[in-house]
């Protein structure tokens, strides 16, 4: 029996995003298609566990992020410092990770320790509610919150820090909004 | 910076906009939201933070934008075709 088109659509359709997900675990187009591939070989070999209307791209992020786990824990006796590694890979390799008006922005995500950052992911750009990202991650909702806070938290300093003038309003609108009399 | 004079002293206070101007409270960000009963910075806060939102969806879109590289599709369209068990 072959898959069902309508599943298989549900598949293709949730890859662009698999791979903006994967892109931003990793730091590395390559390595992220690899994950990608992975998925998509792990997901059709065990379709049958996938249960028809319910949420795919869940179900794909899932096995994506398990993937990509247990190829951390694997790699982290080969590499001590595994944040470090991942901003290494972003100073190396610039061409591999997207286009480069968003380099500053991964280079201060590449800050954030990885489950803060999966998170923040899930959650402010993969659009998944909290409760989805939780199940994703393996945690409990009041995990996601907190996690997503701080990485909020975190980018707003790392970035603010760095350009301040490309990144706030002007400084006349700045020094409206830091001295906050006028609203 | 020292040009920007009088503002430097309130913002200072109030943000963390200046490197190490607050570090002690950059640090823990649990600190933050104590900080947040001044409108003028949870104003400010709103500000970046949807600037960051804004950010990290244009950074994900370029990849989703991009579609199912044809690699991809293939492999899905073949394991799709062959006979589940």
């Known amino acids: ?22 892109i931003s675990l990793c ?18 070999a065990h379709i049958d566990s996938f249960e ?21 824990r694997k790699r982290r006796r080969e590499v001590e410092d595994a944040e470090g590694r991942y901003a290494e890979t972003l100073k190396s390799h610039p061409e591999q990770t997207g ?3 968003f380099q500053e922005f991964r280079a201060a995500l590449a800050k954030l320790p990885a489950d803060q950052r999966e998170a923040l992911i899930l959650v402010g750009a993969s659009g998944f509610s909290y409760d989805d990202a939780a199940a994703i991650c393996g945690c409990a909702v009041g ?7 701080r990485a909020r938290t975190r980018l ?24 906050g009399g006028r609203n | 910076m020292g040009e920007r004079g009088k503002d430097d002293a309130m913002k200072h206070r ?9 570090k002690p409270e950059s640090e823990d960000p649990m600190a933050r939201p104590a900080t947040g009963h001044h409108r003028g910075e949870a104003r400010l806060g709103r500000e970046i933070q949807a600037r960051i939102g804004q ?29 589940q068990e």
């Not at chain 2, 950010?55 to 879109?61: D, F, G, P």
């Not at chain 2, 690699?71 to 062959?82: E, F, I, K, M, P």
């Open chain 1, 52 to 72: 028809p209307g319910t949420n795919m791209p869940a179900w794909l992020f899932t096995i994506l992020r398990n993937l990509f786990r247990s190829e951390y």
């Open chain 1, 1 to 22: 029996m072959k898959l069902d088109p309508a599943i298989r659509d549900q598949v293709l359709a949730t890859v662009p995003s698999l791979r903006a997900f994967a």
């Open chain 1, 143 to 149: 995990t996601i919150k907190s996690r997503v806070n």
């Open chain 1, 27 to 44: 730091g590395n187009m390559d390595r992220a298609d690899d994950l990608v591939q992975e998925t998509l070989l792990r997901a059709l």
């Open chain 1, 156 to 179: 707003a300093d790392l970035l603010a820090i760095d350009s301040v003038d490309d990144f706030g309003p002007d400084r006349a609108t700045r020094a409206v909004l830091a001295g």
């Open chain 1, 99 to 101: 286009r480069v008006e």
């Open chain 2, 14 to 22: 109030k943000t963390s906009l200046e490197p190490a101007a607050d």
């Open chain 2, 55 to 83: 950010q990290l969806r244009a950074m994900y879109n370029d990849v989703v934008n991009q579609g199912v590289p044809p690699h991809l599709a293939d492999l899905v369209r073949r394991l799709s075709d062959q006979d």
